[in-house]
């Protein structure tokens, strides 16, 4: 009879949060439209907020939306679930809605302001009808929502 030791390690669940194109720009573009948090800062209270609820949090950003895919792709092998700010491609890419389509683990897109009450343009996602749900308006604290989410929708 074998003995098996579970550490914290082995129970944890990995979430990968990935970011799009000029969130690198957080805290100095638009603050008053997007808060003074820099990337960063989310980076650490995700963290924070992911230890808390048994969750390794691999946290992204990259302007380039074939980086996106290809980390959509990664994250099917190492993930239990995606946390996805696609920024502006949330509203042009089938390439990433594809991606999403493409792999058997949860996704939930987030913004950080609310885009229904944004320009119109900004009022359709591409990539909402492939993922589990969408989270905006919350500011910053929409990425603890969606790492909540995940996190009841992988137990």
Known sequence: MALVLLTEHSMTQTIFVLNGPN????????P????????TDIETDCK????ELSLE????????EGVLVDWLHEANGKAEGVVLNAGAYTH??????????AISIPVVELHI???HAREEFRHKSMIAPAVKGVICGF???SYI????ALKNLTA
């Open 57 to 64: 949090v691999d946290f992204r950003q990259s302007n380039h």
């Open 48 to 51: 924070a907020a992911g230890r």
């Open 113 to 115: 302001t609310n885009v």
């Open 92 to 101: 042009t890419s089938v390439a990433l809605h594809d991606a999403i389509r």
């Open 23 to 30: 969130l690198n720009l957080l805290g100095t573009r638009e």
């Open 145 to 148: 929502l969606a790492l909540h």
């Open 32 to 39: 008053g439209i997007y808060g003074g948090k820099t990337l």
């Open 139 to 141: 500011g910053p604290h």
